[in-house]
Protein backbone atom coordinates (compact mmCIF):
# COMPACT_ATOMS: atom_id res chain seq x y z
CA UNK A 1 0.00 0.00 0.00
CA UNK A 2 0.91 3.83 -1.16
CA UNK A 3 0.54 5.67 1.89
CA UNK A 4 -0.80 9.36 0.83
CA UNK A 5 -2.06 12.33 1.46
CA UNK A 6 -5.10 14.52 -0.13
CA UNK A 7 -4.54 18.12 -0.02
CA UNK A 8 -7.47 21.06 -1.14
CA UNK A 9 -8.43 23.86 0.41
CA UNK A 10 -12.12 23.47 -1.27
CA UNK A 11 -14.36 20.82 0.82
CA UNK A 12 -16.22 19.38 -2.40
CA UNK A 13 -12.77 19.06 -3.96
CA UNK A 14 -10.86 17.59 -1.39
CA UNK A 15 -14.20 15.43 -0.75
CA UNK A 16 -13.80 14.30 -4.83
CA UNK A 17 -9.86 13.51 -3.97
CA UNK A 18 -10.92 10.93 -0.97
CA UNK A 19 -13.49 9.26 -3.01
CA UNK A 20 -11.07 8.84 -5.89
CA UNK A 21 -7.93 7.65 -3.33
CA UNK A 22 -9.95 5.49 -1.80
CA UNK A 23 -11.61 3.36 -4.88
CA UNK A 24 -7.91 2.95 -5.85
CA UNK A 25 -6.51 -0.60 -3.78
CA UNK A 26 -2.81 0.17 -3.63
CA UNK A 27 -3.36 3.35 -1.94
CA UNK A 28 -3.98 4.22 1.53
CA UNK A 29 -5.17 7.77 2.83
CA UNK A 30 -3.56 8.34 5.93
CA UNK A 31 -4.47 11.87 6.07
CA UNK A 32 -6.91 14.72 4.37
CA UNK A 33 -5.46 18.38 4.64
CA UNK A 34 -7.53 21.91 4.26
CA UNK A 35 -4.24 23.51 3.01
CA UNK A 36 -0.18 23.40 3.13
CA UNK A 37 0.47 23.94 6.42
CA UNK A 38 -1.69 20.87 7.89
CA UNK A 39 -0.38 18.80 5.08
CA UNK A 40 3.42 19.85 6.04
CA UNK A 41 2.60 18.96 9.91
CA UNK A 42 1.47 15.04 8.67
CA UNK A 43 4.24 14.40 6.03
CA UNK A 44 7.05 15.80 8.99
CA UNK A 45 5.39 13.30 11.82
CA UNK A 46 5.03 10.11 9.49
CA UNK A 47 6.05 8.15 6.10
CA UNK A 48 4.24 10.07 3.65
CA UNK A 49 4.90 8.15 -0.29
CA UNK A 50 2.34 10.46 -1.99
CA UNK A 51 0.60 13.70 -2.03
CA UNK A 52 -2.19 14.59 -4.30
CA UNK A 53 -2.69 18.49 -4.00
CA UNK A 54 -4.21 21.55 -5.35
CA UNK A 55 -2.13 24.30 -6.32
CA UNK A 56 -3.83 27.03 -6.31
CA UNK A 57 -4.22 27.78 -2.26
CA UNK A 58 -4.23 30.43 0.13
CA UNK A 59 -0.71 31.53 2.15
CA UNK A 60 1.13 28.55 1.05
CA UNK A 61 0.16 27.40 -2.96
CA UNK A 62 1.31 23.79 -3.56
CA UNK A 63 3.73 23.75 -5.97
CA UNK A 64 6.19 25.91 -2.97
CA UNK A 65 4.74 23.33 -0.59
CA UNK A 66 6.14 20.30 -2.79
CA UNK A 67 9.00 22.47 -3.39
CA UNK A 68 9.78 22.56 0.21
CA UNK A 69 9.02 18.92 1.57
CA UNK A 70 12.30 17.28 -0.44
CA UNK A 71 14.92 18.68 -2.31
CA UNK A 72 15.90 14.88 -3.30
CA UNK A 73 13.68 14.04 -5.32
CA UNK A 74 14.21 10.73 -5.50
CA UNK A 75 13.36 9.84 -1.51
CA UNK A 76 10.49 12.96 -1.35
CA UNK A 77 6.54 11.81 -1.45
CA UNK A 78 5.56 11.72 -5.14
CA UNK A 79 3.73 14.63 -5.96
CA UNK A 80 0.18 15.04 -8.34
CA UNK A 81 -1.19 18.33 -8.95
CA UNK A 82 -4.50 19.33 -9.03
CA UNK A 83 -6.44 22.49 -10.66
CA UNK A 84 -8.39 24.27 -12.20
CA UNK A 85 -5.89 26.68 -14.23
CA UNK A 86 -4.15 25.20 -17.00
CA UNK A 87 -1.31 27.85 -16.89
CA UNK A 88 0.10 26.14 -14.07
CA UNK A 89 1.11 23.35 -15.44
CA UNK A 90 4.14 23.95 -16.64
CA UNK A 91 5.16 25.40 -13.29
CA UNK A 92 4.11 21.74 -11.74
CA UNK A 93 6.47 19.76 -14.00
CA UNK A 94 9.21 22.15 -12.76
CA UNK A 95 8.27 20.85 -9.03
CA UNK A 96 8.73 17.10 -10.22
CA UNK A 97 5.44 16.35 -9.85
CA UNK A 98 4.64 13.03 -12.23
CA UNK A 99 0.56 13.64 -12.79
CA UNK A 100 -1.23 16.93 -13.27
CA UNK A 101 -4.92 16.99 -13.34
CA UNK A 102 -7.25 19.66 -14.28
CA UNK A 103 -10.09 19.92 -12.77
CA UNK A 104 -13.18 18.80 -12.85
CA UNK A 105 -10.89 15.34 -13.64
CA UNK A 106 -12.94 12.23 -14.05
CA UNK A 107 -11.77 8.74 -12.14
CA UNK A 108 -9.97 7.66 -15.25
CA UNK A 109 -7.57 10.36 -15.67
CA UNK A 110 -7.02 9.75 -11.60
CA UNK A 111 -6.79 6.46 -11.95
CA UNK A 112 -4.14 7.02 -14.45
CA UNK A 113 -1.88 9.54 -12.57
CA UNK A 114 -2.59 6.64 -9.34
CA UNK A 115 -1.01 4.58 -11.78
CA UNK A 116 2.56 6.45 -12.40
CA UNK A 117 2.59 7.29 -8.10
CA UNK A 118 2.64 3.13 -8.25
CA UNK A 119 5.39 2.98 -11.42
CA UNK A 120 7.61 5.51 -9.82
CA UNK A 121 6.98 4.36 -5.26
CA UNK A 122 8.33 0.51 -7.18
CA UNK A 123 11.04 1.46 -8.66
CA UNK A 124 12.07 3.26 -5.24
CA UNK A 125 11.25 0.02 -3.24
CA UNK A 126 13.33 -2.10 -5.45
CA UNK A 127 16.47 0.32 -4.39
CA UNK A 128 15.63 0.67 -1.22
CA UNK A 129 15.46 -3.11 -1.15
CA UNK A 130 19.17 -3.12 -2.30
CA UNK A 131 20.43 -0.89 -0.08
CA UNK A 132 18.51 -2.84 3.00
CA UNK A 133 20.58 -5.55 1.79
CA UNK A 134 23.90 -4.32 1.52
CA UNK A 135 22.89 -2.47 5.57
CA UNK A 136 21.96 -6.40 6.87
CA UNK A 137 25.44 -7.85 5.34
CA UNK A 138 27.31 -4.97 7.15
CA UNK A 139 25.00 -4.29 10.08
CA UNK A 140 26.67 -1.41 11.15
CA UNK A 141 26.34 2.73 11.13
CA UNK A 142 28.71 4.50 12.73
CA UNK A 143 27.28 8.46 14.33
CA UNK A 144 28.75 11.77 15.88
CA UNK A 145 28.60 11.75 19.30
CA UNK A 146 30.17 13.73 21.95
CA UNK A 147 32.99 14.56 19.62
CA UNK A 148 33.76 10.45 19.19
CA UNK A 149 32.54 8.77 16.33
CA UNK A 150 30.88 5.70 17.49
CA UNK A 151 30.25 2.22 16.24
CA UNK A 152 26.72 0.86 16.30
CA UNK A 153 25.63 -2.93 15.63
CA UNK A 154 22.37 -2.70 14.04
CA UNK A 155 21.20 -5.57 15.91
CA UNK A 156 22.14 -4.35 19.18
CA UNK A 157 19.60 -1.28 18.61
CA UNK A 158 17.05 -1.74 21.58
CA UNK A 159 15.07 1.78 20.83
CA UNK A 160 15.32 4.83 19.04
CA UNK A 161 13.98 8.00 20.78
CA UNK A 162 13.65 11.89 19.24
CA UNK A 163 14.21 14.43 21.43
CA UNK A 164 13.56 17.71 19.62
CA UNK A 165 16.91 17.96 17.19
CA UNK A 166 18.51 15.02 18.64
CA UNK A 167 18.21 11.00 18.78
CA UNK A 168 18.80 8.74 21.67
CA UNK A 169 19.74 5.28 21.10
CA UNK A 170 19.46 2.45 23.37
CA UNK A 171 21.37 -0.31 22.44
CA UNK A 172 21.72 -3.81 24.48
CA UNK A 173 25.57 -3.38 23.97
CA UNK A 174 26.11 -0.10 25.49
CA UNK A 175 25.86 0.95 29.42
CA UNK A 176 23.85 3.85 27.87
CA UNK A 177 22.35 5.54 25.13
CA UNK A 178 24.09 7.12 22.21
CA UNK A 179 22.90 11.18 21.91
CA UNK A 180 23.04 11.98 18.37
CA UNK A 181 22.16 15.07 15.99
CA UNK A 182 20.39 13.71 13.58
CA UNK A 183 16.58 13.80 12.79
CA UNK A 184 14.01 10.62 12.71
CA UNK A 185 14.02 10.45 8.97
CA UNK A 186 18.09 10.34 8.42
CA UNK A 187 18.17 7.17 10.78
CA UNK A 188 15.31 5.78 9.06
CA UNK A 189 17.21 5.53 5.69
CA UNK A 190 19.75 3.15 7.23
CA UNK A 191 17.77 0.98 8.99
CA UNK A 192 16.51 -2.49 7.38
CA UNK A 193 12.29 -1.89 7.85
CA UNK A 194 12.46 -6.25 7.45
CA UNK A 195 13.20 -5.03 11.62
CA UNK A 196 12.60 -1.63 12.76
CA UNK A 197 9.36 0.27 12.59
CA UNK A 198 8.61 3.61 13.93
CA UNK A 199 5.33 3.48 16.55
CA UNK A 200 5.25 6.67 16.99
CA UNK A 201 6.14 10.38 16.19
CA UNK A 202 9.06 9.89 18.47
CA UNK A 203 10.06 6.23 18.66
CA UNK A 204 11.31 3.58 16.16
CA UNK A 205 11.95 0.14 17.71
CA UNK A 206 13.91 -3.08 16.87
CA UNK A 207 10.92 -5.43 16.22
CA UNK A 208 13.55 -8.06 17.78
CA UNK A 209 13.21 -6.90 20.79
CA UNK A 210 9.28 -7.14 21.19
CA UNK A 211 8.74 -8.14 24.76
CA UNK A 212 4.77 -8.67 24.50
CA UNK A 213 2.38 -5.63 23.65
CA UNK A 214 0.04 -4.18 26.07
CA UNK A 215 -2.89 -2.02 24.80
CA UNK A 216 -1.52 0.75 23.03
CA UNK A 217 2.20 0.87 24.27
CA UNK A 218 5.03 -1.93 23.30
CA UNK A 219 7.10 -3.62 26.31
CA UNK A 220 11.17 -4.10 25.64
CA UNK A 221 13.11 -5.59 28.21
CA UNK A 222 13.94 -4.22 31.16
CA UNK A 223 10.16 -3.08 31.43
CA UNK A 224 10.32 -0.47 28.56
CA UNK A 225 7.21 0.83 27.26
CA UNK A 226 6.76 2.82 24.46
CA UNK A 227 3.73 4.08 23.00
CA UNK A 228 1.49 3.46 19.88
CA UNK A 229 1.11 6.27 18.24
CA UNK A 230 -2.44 6.53 16.68
CA UNK A 231 -1.01 7.69 12.97
CA UNK A 232 1.58 4.51 13.40
CA UNK A 233 -1.25 2.01 15.29
CA UNK A 234 -2.48 0.62 11.93
CA UNK A 235 0.58 -0.43 10.20
CA UNK A 236 1.82 -1.62 14.13
CA UNK A 237 -0.71 -3.82 14.20
CA UNK A 238 -1.09 -5.52 10.22
CA UNK A 239 2.86 -6.29 11.48
CA UNK A 240 1.73 -8.02 14.56
CA UNK A 241 -0.92 -9.73 13.18
CA UNK A 242 0.62 -11.38 10.40
CA UNK A 243 2.90 -13.05 13.65
CA UNK A 244 0.21 -13.69 16.03
CA UNK A 245 -1.01 -17.54 15.85
CA UNK A 246 -4.39 -18.77 15.43
CA UNK A 247 -6.31 -22.00 15.51
Do not use: W
Request: proline share 3%.
Amino acid sequence: MIKCIAVDDEPLALKKLETYIKKIPFLDLVASCHNAFEAQKVVDEQTVEAIFLDINMPDLNGIDFAKSVEQDHSKGPVMVFTTAYSEYAIEGYKANAVGYLLKPYSFDEFEAAAQKVRDICEIRQQAASEISTQIDDDGVIYVKSDYKIVRINIEQIRYIEAMSEYLRISCDDKERPVIVLLSMKKIEEHLPDTKFMRIHRSFIINLDKIIEVKKNHVVLADDVSLPIGDNYKDAFMDYLNKKILTK
